[in-house]
């Protein structure tokens, strides 16, 4: 499963370039993003200038990672928010001096006016879960993460506790439901190890379809890559992200899986150097280019250098 580390940063896949799975891209010598840290993280500061006429509510606070514009009307539709006082009717706009307050404690909103769009990629372990609080006292990934002053994480897409690999984190709500929005089909590829030989009507049978609880499912792609003894690789991608869909195809075919990771997702791959517990931070124009495969327009921003090279977790030294 190891491939040669690149020594060269290049960009993140275009959305036009024709599908490829991460293995194949490997074999070309192309990589998806620019993880080979030769170049400084670059800290991006969004030039937003709220007017007279202020902001759409919605857009500030999914922008600061509060919650999906989704939920905020709905919070909007069930008397939650207040403006002045005032209880805060659809289309409605922020304005500078507004005091706003959600659940009648005040939001100090100002903060995400002017808020740097930040997105870590993210080795996840198993064993770690992706929630901010567990009742059984398990690992979290936020624990993991560097802290935010002015905003909170928000993981894009989940892993179930025994699946390992990457995971996009970003502090903007906006991106992060692009990202994860049915509509938007983003792939997620997968490395699978299976036990034992799979028959070739079996795999046929993952790629036409295969009828689960909750609809038929399939995948998009399957491809072998080997093995040794009773353990077989398979790389497969799917585009949907339903609840640990690619154990219930294999298992719906009475195939056992002894190792699941997580690859891929869109267009950025999980570099061979990046090690279980750690992450990295896109830069700016990573992000851009990010921003244009989710479908939205580019931020207008500047950049500040700074000299930190690579963002590492909490608990990264003891991995």
């Known amino acids: 499963m190891k491939t040669k580390q690149l020594n060269k940063p290049v960009a993140l896949r275009d959305k036009k370039q024709p599908n490829k799975s991460a293995s194949q891209m490997r074999r070309e010598n192309v990589r998806p993003n620019t993880l080979a840290r030769k170049e400084p993280v670059e800290k991006r500061l969004v030039d ?6 202020g902001e759409r509510i919605q857009k500030v606070l999914a922008r600061g990672g509060v919650a999906s514009r989704r939920e905020i009307e709905r919070w909007i539709t069930e008397g939650r928010l207040k403006i002045n006082g005032v209880l805060v009717k659809q289309g409605a706009h922020l304005k500078a ?7 009648d404690r005040v939001l100090h909103w100002e903060k995400f006016a002017v808020q740097p769009t930040r997105v870590l990629i993210y080795h996840k372990p198993t064993g770690e879960i992706v ?3 567990d009742p059984q006292g398990r690992p979290t990934i936020f624990a993991s993460l560097p802290k935010l002053d002015t905003s909170r994480w928000i993981a894009v897409g989940r892993l179930d506790v025994n699946t390992s690999g990457l995971l996009l984190i970003t502090n903007n709500g906006e991106l992060a439901n692009k990202l994860m929005h ?8 997968y490395a699978v190890r299976i036990l034992g030989e799979v028959p070739a009507e079996k795999i046929e049978l993952l790629r036409k379809g295969v009828q689960l609880e909750d609809g038929e499912a ?14 077989k690789w398979y790389h497969v991608i799917v585009s949907e992200g339903r609840n640990r869909l690619v154990r219930r195809l294999w298992e719906a075919q009475n ?13 950025v791959v999980l570099s061979d150097g990046l090690r279980t517990g750690k992450c990295q931070e896109l830069n700016s124009k990573e992000l851009d280019l990010l921003f244009e495969f989710a479908g ?3 931020e207008t921003s500047h950049v500040v250098r700074t000299e930190k090279k690579d963002v590492k977790t909490k608990h990264s030294s003891s991995r």
């Open 48 to 53: 937003v200038e709220i007017s007279k006429d």
């Open 97 to 103: 001096g507004d005091y706003l307050q959600l659940n």
């Open 131 to 133: 929630t901010r609080n």
């Open 182 to 189: 049915p509509s938007t089909e983003v792939e997620r590829e």
């Open 218 to 231: 399939k995948f998009d792609q399957i491809y072998f890559m080997g093995g040794e003894g009773a353990n």
């Open 255 to 267: 195939v056992v899986v002894s190792r699941l990771m997580r690859v891929r997702y869109g267009p």
């Open 296 to 298: 939205l327009p580019v």
